[in-house]
C-alpha cells in the first residue's frame, strides 16, 4: 500500500493504482472521456487532467500511477480551466445537431459542457464532415459526431478482438472506422455493438427499426407480436430513472400492451425450448461417444450469441461442426410464432409480424439471415434494442413508473428460472446442465441454489466439474463420467482459450460475446460498467431463484408444445423448425 493526499485527504492505495482509482477510491468524481474500465489506459483525451504538487504540468488522472507521498487536487482553477478549454475544443468541430441527436439527454460530451458551466463557444473550428454507414443490419455510424476518444477502437480491438475500426489519417483529418473508410458492411464486423455500448456520443448506435414496427402496430391487416428477452427486464427501468438491477417484468408488458401489440410474450419460453434442444442434443452427442464408441464434434458449443457466430463463422471454421445446431431463443420464437401459434388462433402467418426486444444489436444482423426461414416467412420480422423500446414508450407518452404490473400473454405465459439465467454470462450452459442433470438421475443440480460455483464471478473464462452419480437405468453408461463445462464471454478470450488450452477434455462450452453475458449487450442502456454489471446479473439470480420451477424439462408449457406440435426433442418437426447450420466465411482483411 501507498499513502497520498488527493483534496487534502490522506488515503491509501494499492500499489501500482492510478490516481483516477485512488479517487474512485475515496469517493472523489474526476471526469473521463476515453477512459474504460478494464482496459489499458490512453490518456487520450485529457479531460481527467489533474494538478499534482511538484509537477510542472497537469497530468492525466487515467494512466498515471500514484506515487507514495503524492498531494493531489482535482478541482484547482488551473484544472478547471484545462478541462473546460479541452471540451470547448471537441464542441468546436463536433457536428452534434444535439436537438435531433438521438443521444440528446443521454450524451457523456453534453453533460461534460453542462457541469463544466459552457454556455457559449469561444472557438468557432471548421466542423468534421459527416458520413453515414448504415451498411449493416445492426450498427449505425455517424463520422461528424465522432470525437475520436477511440474507445470504440479499444473495445473492438481489445474486448472482442476483431479489429474492424482503428483511426485513419493524422490531425484534423483523423477518422475512426474500417480502413480505407470502407463501410463495416465490407469488414468482419461481427455485429456485437459493443461500439455503440461505450461511444460517448452519437457517432456510433443501433440501427433504428422504430418507425418500421409503429408502422405494423398502425397497419389493420397486420397481426404484430412482441418478444423480450430475459435480459431487458433488469435493464429497462434504468431509463426512466430506475437503479440498475430494478426488476420490471410486469411495467414491461404493461407498457408493450398500451404500444398496441396483439401479443406479448417472453423469450424465456423458448429459452427453456431452446435448452430441451441443446440438452438433448448434448445427451446425444455424449451418448454416442460414452454407449456406442462413435466419432463425435465435442466440446459442443453453444450457439445462442449471433455475434459468437458470426465470429466462429469468419475466424475458426474448423469450429462450426462444434456448435450446436440450435437456433436461437429469439429464432425459435419467430418460427413457432408463424407455425404452432398462428395455427392455434386462425391467423395467416403471411400476415403476422414478429418483433423482439433484445439487448444485442448483432440480434437484428441474425434477424435477416436467410437461413433462418423454415417456417416460410422469417422468423422474426424487426428487432428492437432495449434503448429503442424505451424511446417508443416515451414517445407513447406512456408514465412508466407509473404502470400496473400485467403478465405475459397465453400460450407462452411461464418459463422456469433456467431460462431467467440466459441473460448472464454462464447462464445458458448452467440451465442446460441443469435440464440434463435431471433427465439424466431424476434429481436437481445438487450445488447451493442449483447453481454452479463463481455464478457473479464476472471473469472471462471460467470452469466447472460435474459428476454424474446413480443416474436412472437408461443413462447407465453415465455412472460416475465427469462432465467437464467451461464458460467464455468477450471475444478475445475465445481466441485466448483456442490459443492456450486443450478443448478436448471439455464437453460443454458457452460463448457470450458481450462481457458479462446480455446483460451488457451493445443494446442495453449506457454505461455499464463492472457494478452495473453486478446488479443487472443479480437481479436475474434473484428472478430465477424466485421460481417455483427451475429446470426447463419441468415447464408445463414446454410439456404442452412437444405434446401438441413438437412431440419431442430433436424429432422431425423440432429438426425443421428449431435447428439450422452455419457456414464459412472468409474474414476480410482489415
Given at each position: 500500500?501507498?499513502?497520498?493526499?488527493?483534496?487534502?485527504?490522506?488515503?491509501?492505495?494499492?500499489?501500482?493504482?492510478?490516481?483516477?482509482?485512488?479517487?474512485?477510491?475515496?469517493?472523489?468524481?474526476?471526469?473521463?472521456?476515453c477512459y474504460l474500465e478494464n482496459l489499458k489506459p490512453r490518456g487520450l483525451c485529457r479531460v481527467c487532467v489533474v494538478e499534482v504538487e511538484g509537477a510542472k504540468n497537469l497530468i492525466p488522472a487515467c494512466s498515471t500511477p500514484a506515487a507514495e507521498g503524492m498531494n493531489i487536487k482535482t478541482n484547482t482553477r488551473r484544472v478547471r480551466e484545462s478541462r473546460k478549454m479541452i471540451v470547448e475544443l471537441l464542441l468546436s468541430e463536433h457536428n452534434g445537431e444535439c436537438t435531433t441527436c438521438e443521444r440528446n439527454n443521454d450524451c457523456e460530451l453534453q453533460k461534460l459542457a453542462r457541469d463544466l458551466g459552457i454556455e457559449e463557444l469561444r472557438y468557432?473550428?471548421?466542423?468534421?464532415?459527416?458520413?453515414?454507414?448504415?451498411?449493416?443490419?445492426?450498427?449505425?455510424?455517424?463520422?461528424?459526431?465522432?470525437?475520436?476518444?477511440?474507445?470504440?477502437?479499444?473495445?473492438?480491438?481489445?474486448?472482442?478482438?476483431?479489429?474492424?475500426?482503428?483511426p485513419q489519417s493524422r490531425g484534423f483529418d483523423t477518422t475512426i472506422g474500417p480502413a480505407f473508410d470502407h463501410p463495416l458492411s465490407e469488414v468482419t464486423c461481427v455485429q456485437c455493438g459493443q461500439c455503440a455500448a461505450v461511444c460517448p456520443v452519437g457517432a456510433i448506435t443501433e440501427r433504428n427499426y422504430i418507425q418500421q414496427v409503429w408502422d405494423a402496430l398502425d397497419d389493420p391487416e397486420k397481426y404484430v407480436v412482441v418478444q423480450t428477452a430475459p435480459a431487458i427486464r433488469s435493464a429497462l427501468g434504468e431509463?426512466?430513472?430506475?437503479?440498475?438491477?430494478?426488476?420490471?417484468?410486469?411495467?414491461?408488458?404493461?407498457?408493450?400492451?398500451?404500444?398496441?401489440f396483439d401479443g406479448v410474450f417472453d423469450t424465456n419460453f423458448t429459452a427453456d425450448l431452446t435448452i430441451m434442444e441443446e440438452g438433448s442434443e448434448?445427451?446425444?452427442?455424449?451418448?454416442?461417444?460414452?454407449?456406442?464408441?462413435?466419432?463425435?464434434?465435442?466440446?459442443?458449443?453453444?450457439?445462442?450469441?449471433?455475434?459468437?457466430?458470426?465470429?466462429?463463422?469468419?475466424?475458426?471454421?474448423?469450429?462450426?461442426?462444434?456448435?450446436?445446431?440450435?437456433?436461437s431463443p429469439q429464432q425459435m420464437f419467430g418460427a413457432v410464432a408463424k407455425t404452432y401459434y398462428a395455427e392455434k388462433i386462425g391467423v395467416d402467418p403471411a400476415k403476422m409480424v414478429v418483433v423482439s426486444v433484445m439487448p444485442c444489436t448483432a440480434k437484428k444482423f441474425e434477424s435477416q439471415r436467410e437461413e433462418?426461414?423454415?417456417?416460410?416467412?422469417?422468423?422474426?420480422?424487426?428487432?428492437?434494442?432495449?434503448?429503442?423500446?424505451?424511446?417508443?414508450?416515451?414517445?407513447?407518452?406512456?408514465?412508466?413508473?407509473?404502470?400496473?404490473?400485467?403478465?405475459?400473454?397465453?400460450?407462452?405465459?411461464?418459463?422456469?428460472?433456467?431460462?431467467?439465467?440466459?441473460?448472464?454470462?454462464?447462464?445458458v450452459m448452467e440451465a442446460a446442465v441443469r435440464t440434463a442433470y435431471k433427465i439424466v438421475t431424476g434429481r436437481n443440480l445438487p450445488t447451493d441454489k442449483m447453481h454452479?460455483?463463481?455464478?457473479?464471478?464476472?471473469?472471462?473464462?471460467?470452469?466447472?466439474?460435474?459428476?454424474?452419480?446413480?443416474?436412472?437405468?437408461?443413462?447407465?453408461?453415465?455412472?460416475?463420467?465427469?462432465?467437464?463445462?467451461?464458460?467464455?464471454?468477450?471475444?478475445?478470450?475465445?481466441?485466448?482459450?483456442?490459443?492456450?488450452?486443450?478443448?478436448?477434455?471439455?464437453?460443454?462450452?458457452?460463448?457470450?460475446?458481450?462481457?458479462?453475458?446480455?446483460?451488457s449487450g451493445g443494446g442495453q442502456p449506457r454505461f455499464t460498467d463492472?457494478?452495473?454489471?453486478?446488479?443487472?446479473?443479480?437481479?436475474?439470480?434473484?428472478?430465477?431463484?424466485?421460481?417455483?420451477?427451475?429446470?426447463?424439462?419441468?415447464?408445463?408449457?414446454?410439456?404442452?408444445?412437444?405434446?401438441?406440435?413438437?412431440?419431442?426433442?430433436?424429432g422431425e418437426k423440432s429438426h425443421h423448425l428449431l435447428h439450422t447450420e452455419y457456414f464459412e466465411k472468409s474474414p476480410v482483411e482489415q
Open positions: 500500500m501507498i499513502s497520498l493526499k488527493i483534496n487534502d485527504k490522506d488515503i491509501q492505495v494499492q500499489d501500482g493504482a492510478t490516481i483516477l482509482e485512488a479517487a474512485k477510491s475515496c469517493d472523489i468524481y474526476i471526469p473521463t472521456l468557432e473550428g471548421e466542423k468534421t464532415s459527416s458520413q453515414i454507414d448504415e451498411s449493416t443490419p445492426g450498427i449505425f455510424r455517424d463520422s461528424g459526431k465522432c470525437i475520436k476518444c477511440r474507445r470504440c477502437v479499444e473495445v473492438c480491438q481489445g474486448v472482442e478482438s476483431v479489429g474492424a475500426i482503428s431509463a426512466f430513472g430506475l437503479e440498475p438491477g430494478t426488476p420490471v417484468t410486469g411495467k414491461m408488458v404493461a407498457a408493450l400492451k398500451e404500444l398496441g448434448l445427451l446425444s452427442r455424449l451418448t454416442k461417444v460414452l454407449r456406442d464408441g462413435q466419432k463425435q464434434a465435442l466440446p459442443q458449443f453453444t450457439s445462442c450469441c449471433p455475434a459468437w457466430i458470426n465470429f466462429a463463422e469468419h475466424y475458426y471454421p474448423e469450429l462450426l461442426k462444434n456448435l450446436s445446431t440450435c437456433k433462418l426461414t423454415d417456417s416460410g416467412y422469417p422468423d422474426v420480422d424487426y428487432v428492437l434494442t432495449t434503448r429503442e423500446l424505451a424511446r417508443m414508450i416515451n414517445q407513447s407518452g406512456i408514465l412508466f413508473s407509473l404502470l400496473e404490473d400485467q403478465k405475459m400473454d397465453s400460450p407462452f405465459p411461464e418459463s422456469s428460472g433456467a431460462a431467467d439465467i440466459f441473460a448472464n454470462t454462464g447462464g454452479l460455483k463463481n455464478i457473479m464471478d464476472l471473469e472471462g473464462i471460467k470452469e466447472a466439474s460435474l459428476k454424474i452419480e446413480d443416474p436412472v437405468k437408461e443413462w447407465s453408461f453415465l455412472d460416475g463420467a465427469e462432465l467437464n463445462v467451461m464458460v467464455i464471454h468477450s471475444l478475445s478470450n475465445v481466441r485466448k482459450v483456442l490459443k492456450e488450452k486443450d478443448i478436448s477434455k471439455y464437453h460443454f462450452i458457452e460463448v457470450m460475446s458481450c462481457p458479462g453475458g446480455c446483460i463492472n457494478n452495473i454489471r453486478q446488479k443487472r446479473i443479480q437481479a436475474i439470480l434473484t428472478e430465477d431463484e424466485g421460481k417455483e420451477i427451475r429446470n426447463s424439462c419441468e415447464n408445463p408449457f414446454i410439456q404442452q408444445i412437444y405434446s401438441e406440435y413438437l412431440k419431442q426433442p430433436l
